[in-house]
C-alpha cells in the first residue's frame, strides 16, 4: 500500500483551544493569589463567575476589587464550599449565613440555597448531601461521597436537556486544601463540568496557558505542565518580538472582515472572499493595517468586485486625490520653468495620466554617486517611476537608469533652467538669483504636480535622504499635500567618502566615535558645534569646501584640536573623478587651495586617518 507523505503525529501535547466562555458560569473556589488570576482570565472572557470565598483577610485585594468593579458578572459567596455550589446558575445563591464549621459534619444536610428550578432535585440532595465544607474534608468517607455524587449527578440529569443548560460551565479550584479540592473535582466529574485544580495537573482537565494579550490577539504558550515557569518566559520573549500595532491591525482587519461578509455574504464566493482577505493580510505591513478607517476601508473594498488588493499606498494616494478634487478651487498652476530631455515644458503637463492611476512617492536614496551603490530597489524604482525628481550632482550615469520623465534640480544662484543634455543656456538672460529655499520649492512642485496626475514620482537624493538630506522636511511637506512617502534609503557620502578614501570611521585604538557634521548651517555661516577634541574621536565634515580656513582654526583654537592630526579630503567619493588629498588640520585651507578641491567633497578629520593611509 503506498503511504503518502503526511506529517506524523507525536503524541504527549495538549489541545490548545480558544474556549468561548461569555456568558457561561464559572465558579472559582478560593480568593487568594491564584483565583485572583483565575478571576481576570475569566472576565477579560466575558464569563459570569460566582467567587466561593470566606470574606476574611485571605481574601485578596485584587478579587475584593474586581468584584467591586463588575456588579453585573460577578458574585461574592462570602462562605466556605459547599456542594450546591456547582449546581446553582450564577447570581441565585441566596446569601444565607453559612453554618458554623463546626455544625457541618458529614451527616449534617446542608443549606441549599437558589436551585429554584431544580426544586424537586434540591430537595433530594438536601436531604442526602452531607459533604460541605472544606475543613470537614479529612472525614469525607466513601459512603458520603458516594450520597453526594448520587444526589448531584440525579441533579446533573435533572438539568440535562433543559432550555437553560448546566448552571455551572467551568469551575476553577484555587484553594490551599488537598482533600477538598479532591472532592471537587470528583464532583466536578461526575456533574460534567470541566475543572481545574490549581497545582493539582492530575485533577486538571484543562491546564492555564502563559498568555499573552494585546486587544483580539491572544498568545498563549503551554509546556503541557512540564515548566510553567518557562512558558512564562516564552511568553515573554514572544511579546517582544511581535511586529508594532498587531493589536490594533487585528482589530481593524476585524472590521474589515466584517464589512466583507456583509457587502459579499453568500457562500458561493466564500473562496473569493477568504483569497481576497488574506491577501490583503499578506501584503499589508501590520502597522498599515493599523491605520485603516472607515474611508480607507471603502477604498480597499471597493477592490474585491474586481479581485483587487490595492496597496497601502495607492489607498492613500486614492485618498489624497479624492481630497484635492474636492478642494478643487486652488487650480494646480503648472508652473513648471524647466522640463527635462526633449521635452518642453507644456508637453510635460498635458500629458494625460490614465485616471484609475495611484499616484506614489518614493524618496530614494542614490549614494555616492557610482550606480553600482544604489540599492536594487532604488535601481528598479527609477526604472518604474513615470517621473524622476533628481538633485543636481547626481552623476548622469546613475539618472541614465530612469526610464520616465526626468527633471533636475536648477542651479543655486544661477538659473532655473539646468538640464543635463541642455546646458548652454544663455546665462545673461536668466539671471535670477536662486537660494537653495527656491530650489527646495520648485523641486517640491514638480513632484506634486506629477502626484496630482496620478504618477509614479521618484524624487532622488544624493546620498541618504535622512542624513543632511532634507528627506523629513520633504516626507513634511507631502503630507501637508495629502501624499505619503515611502523612503529608500542610499549611502550616505559621510559613510562611503571615509571609506572610498581608506579611513576607517571606526579602528580600534584610534577611533570609537564618530560625528557627521555639516560645515554650514542656514544662511550659509559656520556650523558652531564641532566636537572639542578627544583623540578617540573622527569627525566627518560634510559641505566644507568653502570653509576650510575657518574649520581650521576653529577646531585648534577654540577646540584644542591638535595641528598635526591628519585631515583627509575626500572629492567626488566614489565617482571616476574621485581624488583624495592628504591634510593635517592646520594645512587643510592651504591643501584645498592648492589642489583646488571643489564640492561635492567631504573632510575627514581625526587620527583614522593615518591608520591605513600613512605611507
Ligand atoms: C499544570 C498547570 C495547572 C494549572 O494551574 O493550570 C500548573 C501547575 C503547576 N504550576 C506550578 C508552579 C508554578 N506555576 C507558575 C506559573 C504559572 N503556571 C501556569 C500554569 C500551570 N501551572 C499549568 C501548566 C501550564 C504549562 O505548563 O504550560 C501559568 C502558565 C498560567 C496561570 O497559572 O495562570 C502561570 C504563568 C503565567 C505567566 O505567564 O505569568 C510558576 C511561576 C510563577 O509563578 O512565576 C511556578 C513556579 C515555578 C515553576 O515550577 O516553574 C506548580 C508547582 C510545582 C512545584 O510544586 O514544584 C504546579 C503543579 C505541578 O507542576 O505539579
Ligand atoms: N498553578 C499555579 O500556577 C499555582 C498554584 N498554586 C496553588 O494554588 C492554590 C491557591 O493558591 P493561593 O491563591 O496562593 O492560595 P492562598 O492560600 O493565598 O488562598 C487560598 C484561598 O482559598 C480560600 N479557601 C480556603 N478554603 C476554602 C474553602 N473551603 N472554600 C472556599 N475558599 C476557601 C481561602 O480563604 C483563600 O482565599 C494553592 O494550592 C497553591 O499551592 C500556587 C501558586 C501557583
Redesign the pocket.
Known amino acids: 500500500m503506498v503511504r503518502s507523505a503526511i506529517d506524523p503525529i507525536r503524541p504527549g501535547a495538549s489541545l490548545i483551544l480558544a474556549w468561548q466562555i461569555k456568558q457561561k458560569h464559572v465558579v472559582i473556589?478560593?480568593?487568594?493569589?491564584?483565583?485572583a488570576g483565575r478571576l481576570v482570565n475569566v472576565l477579560e472572557a466575558d464569563a459570569k463567575v460566582t467567587v466561593?470565598?470566606?470574606d476574611?483577610e485571605?481574601?485578596s485585594e485584587t478579587v475584593r476589587q474586581h468584584l467591586q468593579d463588575h456588579p453585573q458578572t460577578t458574585r461574592l459567596v462570602p462562605r466556605?464550599?459547599q456542594d450546591s455550589d456547582l449546581t446553582t446558575p450564577f447570581g441565585e445563591h441566596t446569601l444565607t449565613k453559612a453554618a458554623p464549621v463546626s455544625q457541618v459534619t458529614s451527616s449534617s444536610a446542608f443549606t441549599l440555597e437558589g436551585l429554584p428550578t431544580v426544586a424537586a432535585a434540591a430537595t433530594t440532595i438536601s436531604s442526602n448531601s452531607s459533604i460541605s465544607?472544606?475543613h470537614a474534608s479529612p472525614a469525607l468517607s466513601d459512603a458520603s461521597t458516594t450520597a453526594t455524587l448520587e444526589s448531584a449527578l440525579s441533579l446533573d440529569e435533572s438539568l440535562d436537556g433543559s432550555a437553560s443548560g448546566p448552571a455551572v460551565d467551568m469551575v476553577l479550584s484555587?484553594?490551599?486544601?488537598i482533600p477538598?479540592s479532591t472532592h471537587i473535582y470528583n464532583l466536578s466529574k461526575r456533574l460534567r463540568i470541566p475543572v481545574n485544580i490549581?497545582?493539582v495537573p492530575p485533577q486538571c482537565d484543562f491546564y492555564f496557558c502563559s498568555t499573552h494579550r494585546d486587544k483580539s490577539l491572544q498568545v498563549a504558550v503551554s509546556t503541557s505542565g512540564k515548566g510553567?515557569k518557562l512558558a512564562n518566559l516564552v511568553r515573554r520573549h514572544i511579546a517582544d518580538h511581535l511586529p508594532n500595532r498587531v493589536g490594533e491591525a487585528i482589530e481593524q482587519v476585524g472590521i474589515l472582515r466584517a464589512k466583507l461578509r456583509k457587502m459579499a455574504p453568500g457562500p458561493e464566493v466564500g473562496p473569493k472572499r477568504m483569497g481576497w482577505m488574506s491577501r490583503i493580510c499578506e501584503q499589508w505591513r501590520m502597522e498599515d493595517l493599523a491605520t485603516l478607517e472607515e474611508k480607507s476601508m471603502q477604498i480597499v473594498l471597493s477592490g474585491f468586485k474586481d479581485n483587487v488588493v490595492f496597496s497601502y499606498e495607492q489607498v492613500q494616494a486614492k485618498i489624497a486625490e479624492a481630497e484635492s478634487t474636492l478642494a478643487e478651487t486652488e487650480k494646480i498652476e503648472p508652473k513648471v520653468v524647466a522640463a527635462a530631455g526633449d521635452l518642453t515644458a507644456e508637453q510635460t503637463i498635458t500629458q494625460v495620466t490614465p485616471a484609475q492611476k495611484c499616484p506614489r512617492l518614493v524618496l530614494v536614496g542614490a549614494g555616492p554617486g557610482d550606480p553600482e551603490l544604489l540599492t536594487l530597489k532604488a535601481a528598479r524604482l527609477l526604472e518604474e517611476a513615470d517621473l524622476v525628481v533628481a538633485d543636481r550632482l547626481i552623476p548622469m550615469e546613475v539618472i541614465d537608469l530612469a526610464k520616465g520623465e526626468v527633471r533636475i534640480a536648477p542651479k543655486k544662484r544661477t538659473v532655473l533652467t539646468v538640464e543635463q543634455k541642455s546646458a548652454t543656456v544663455d546665462q545673461d538672460t536668466l539671471s535670477t538669483a536662486i537660494t537653495s529655499d527656491d530650489i527646495q520649492d520648485q523641486l517640491n512642485e514638480w513632484c506634486l504636480h506629477g502626484l496630482r496626475e496620478g504618477k509614479t514620482v521618484v524624487r532622488l537624493k544624493q546620498g541618504d535622504p535622512f542624513i543632511f538630506g532634507r528627506g523629513a522636511e520633504e516626507i513634511l511637506f507631502f503630507r501637508e499635500h495629502g501624499f505619503d512617502a515611502e523612503v529608500v534609503p542610499g549611502i550616505s557620502s559621510a559613510i562611503s567618502a571615509p571609506l572610498s578614501a581608506n579611513v576607517p570611521l571606526t579602528h580600534r585604538g584610534s577611533s570609537n566615535q564618530v560625528v557627521i557634521t555639516t560645515a554650514q548651517v542656514k544662511g550659509g555661516r559656520l556650523s558652531d558645534n564641532f566636537p572639542v577634541y578627544d583623540a578617540q574621536k573622527t569627525v566627518v565634515v560634510l559641505m566644507g569646501v568653502g570653509k576650510a580656513k575657518e574649520i581650521s582654526e576653529m577646531m585648534q583654537t577654540d577646540l584644542g584640536w591638535p595641528a598635526n592630526v591628519p585631515a583627509v579630503i575626500v572629492e567626488n567619493a566614489h565617482c571616476a573623478n574621485e581624488r583624495a588629498m592628504d591634510a593635517t588640520l592646520s594645512t587643510l585651507a592651504q591643501v584645498v587651495e592648492e589642489q583646488k578641491a571643489v564640492p561635492p567633497s567631504v573632510f575627514v578629520i581625526g587620527w583614522a586617518g593615518s591608520v591605513l593611509r600613512q605611507g
Do not use: R, T, Y
Request: with cysteine; net charge negative.
Open positions: 473556589i478560593g480568593g487568594g493569589f491564584v483565583a466561593i470565598c470566606p476574611n485571605e481574601l466556605e464550599f465544607s472544606g484555587a484553594i490551599d486544601d477538598l490549581a497545582d510553567p
